[in-house]
């Protein structure tokens, strides 16, 4: 079998892996559940998993392979790791912010950056903002930072009106 992705993001669930993954494929287009694994009896002893129950589900989301573990309670997601939603339109940040966001946190967040339902975080952001960010023009990039630090979604307008200021 030849190796399609090299580097697969591998996500720790409680006992959500499954529902997890359904909700992701139901967000992202170019999105499917592709294998379930299951836990056997085998290794109780150790994983304490009933025979039957999910252990790990590969899923893709716009293409991009993902693995989802049912590994317990040990581990808990935090903002040290985020998944970046480049998108195109404001329409598409409206879209994503508001599925990623139903049932998750907002509230502690900025800059785009919110928590799902699952505590994942997610950053959704206009695909020109590092180019916003980044430009040869310190006035420029200070004004869209300005605006940015005061949003918690994002606004591309008011990210764009920012830039283009005299």
């Known amino acids: 079998m030849?190796?399609?992705?090299?580097?697969?993001?591998f996500l720790w669930f409680d006992s959500q892996a499954e529902d997890a993954a359904r909700f992701y494929v139901s967000v992202f287009d170019d999105s499917g559940i592709e294998r379930v694994i299951r836990y056997g009896k085998e290794g109780f002893?150790?994983?304490?998993?009933?025979?039957?129950?999910?252990?790990t589900v590969a899923f893709r989301l716009e293409g991009q392979a993902f693995?989802?573990?049912n590994?317990?309670?040990?581990f808990t997601f935090n903002q040290a790791i985020s998944f970046v939603v480049l998108c195109e339109t404001q329409a598409e940040i409206d879209r994503?912010?508001?599925r990623l966001r139903d049932g998750g946190d907002e509230?502690?967040?900025r800059c785009g950056w919110l928590k799902d339902r699952y505590g994942v975080?997610?950053?959704?952001?206009?695909?020109?903002?590092?180019?916003?960010?980044?430009?040869?023009?310190?006035?420029?990039?200070?004004?869209?930072m300005n605006?940015?630090?005061g949003m918690k979604k994002l606004d591309l307008a008011a990210l764009r009106q920012a830039f283009d200021a005299a």
């Open 71 to 74: 590994g317990g309670p040990h």
């Open 67 to 69: 693995t989802a573990l």
């Open 2 to 9: 030849a190796i399609v992705q090299k580097i697969v993001p």
């Open 147 to 149: 605006a940015l630090l």
């Open 121 to 144: 975080s997610w950053q959704i952001v206009p695909a020109g903002l590092p180019e916003m960010l980044s430009g040869a023009e310190a006035a420029r990039s200070g004004r869209v």
């Open 45 to 55: 002893e150790t994983h304490g998993k009933p025979d039957g129950s999910v252990l």
């Open 96 to 98: 994503y912010w508001d």
């Open 107 to 109: 509230t502690a967040q």
